[in-house]
């Protein structure tokens, strides 16, 4: 017979952040650390799980977790906690600002891995997350036609209404650079492009300033690594996300 949950059961970088974030779901967020230790990609990643039971639910700060680092976000302009992930209303320029973590300059190697659902495609799609800077890094924007684009060129992956979770790989280099898509886990394709630009901002769900690029879903979780991972991580990664913080939200 399984023991029961216990606090002394917690994984320590798990209860740390719970005591930190005010986070109630401690036994996912454990399995999720212990996870991700298995994996050997705890010292490599910073995330911000936004499910309200999984960080402070409440206020204007999204606390960070991960071995690379503290990378606590603030949301600004109206971003929305809730069961299923934070929402940006499209009414305002709504969006999570951190330090950049990865990828502050071009030619770095990084990773993303979010998680967003409730999505409904309609005619103002926007950005599921922009970085370095306006032309770059984008997942789904603004468009219906599933298009992701990174490093200024389209990698086709498609959405699909619903929850699902979506990365991106970008391997070193500012030039001949390849950017990988994926979704659920799977890779749906792959470009190689110039990239271009430099960021010290990290935003989540939309873009500071600009009101066009708010999401408009929930966002329950978003992930950085500060190199690319494969394909085989990144299928992990989903799995691992499926059957712990990513509980209830029928993922694929």
Known sequence: MPLP????????????????????????????????KDLGLWDSMVCWPLRSSQNAGTGTTAYSLGGLGTYNGSLIDGPVWGTDGVTFPRTAASHISATRPIGSAAADAYSIFSVHTGLVEDADFRALWIGRDASNDRMFFRTTSDAFAASEVGVNAPSADGAHSTALTAGAGDTGKTVAAYKDGAGAGSITGNASGTNSVYYIGGLAGDATRSFGFPIAFNGAFNFELSATQVASLHTLYKSTLGTGLGLP
């Open 5 to 36: 949950f216990t606090a002394r059961s917690l994984d320590p970088d798990a209860a740390a952040f719970c005591a930190r974030s005010g986070a109630s779901d401690r036994a996912a967020l454990s399995a999720f650390v212990r996870g991700v």
